[in-house]
């Protein structure tokens, strides 16, 4: 039996559609108690942090909803550099997939999904730009990096994310208040959050899809 490392994810968002890529071709999140701390370089790609969580490429069958949290295995990572900053991207698959068992590192993507870690790079590094907006570049010329390595960054990103809830850095315009972190100074009592919660507008009817989200864009690199 292999130990694997394993971690909830949160869904998200829509994104252009770049031929012959149909929007996301993934489920895509963040790992949470990540982050990527933008005042520290990192010695891989030699840039900045973006500020964010790890973001999450759950490459299982099953199309999550937004706000999903899934159990997932980490296989891998491929280290985008997104205008100049760093922005990991962790490969995963969810832990009840069919394919979960036999995939415990990244060249079992390779064995079992042949094509789709270079399909993902490719998704990347064009997605931005209908937007007008450069060709991501990556790290490792796009290699994706083994389970061991993606440990290592989560490993890392989370001792980022401990400074952060612990005032040890500066939080800039991020809110680090929370209900649940022990010694935090922004932990604050439930009832102050669950009132924070009740302020808010409650949620609107859906808005219709507008057709412009299945719009197809060709792109040349």
């Known amino acids: 039996m292999v130990s694997c490392v394993t971690s909830p994810i949160a869904s998200p968002i829509t994104a252009t559609n770049c ?19 933008p005042n520290h370089t990192d010695k891989d790609t030699q840039c900045k942090g973006d500020s964010d969580p790890l973001d999450v490429c759950e490459i299982g069958y099953k199309v999550c909803k937004r706000g999903d949290v899934v159990q997932v295995k980490v296989l891998g990572v491929m280290a985008m550099i997104d205008e100049g900053e760093t922005d990991w991207k962790i490969i995963a698959i969810d832990v009840t997939d069919p394919l979960a068992n036999e995939m415990n590192d990244i060249e079992d993507v390779n064995e079992h999904m042949p094509g789709f870690l270079q399909a993902t790079h490719e998704w990347f590094k064009i997605y931005k730009i209908p937007d007008g907006k450069p060709a991501n570049k990556f790290a490792f010329n796009g290699e994706a990096k083994n ?9 890392k990103t989370h001792q980022q994310w401990q400074a952060l809830v612990s005032k040890t850095v500066e939080c800039g315009n991020l809110s680090c208040e929370n209900v649940g972190v022990a010694g935090s100074p922004y932990l604050i009592p439930q009832q102050d959050a669950s009132a924070e919660v009740d302020k808010a507008t409650p949620p609107a009817a859906a808005l219709p899809i507008p057709p412009e989200v299945d719009k197809w864009h060709y792109v040349k690199i």
């Open 19 to 37: 031929f012959p890529h149909h929007g996301y071709i993934w489920n895509y999140g963040a790992l949470p108690q990540t982050w990527e701390d």
């Open 147 to 155: 389970k061991k390595f993606a440990t290592d960054v989560i490993a």
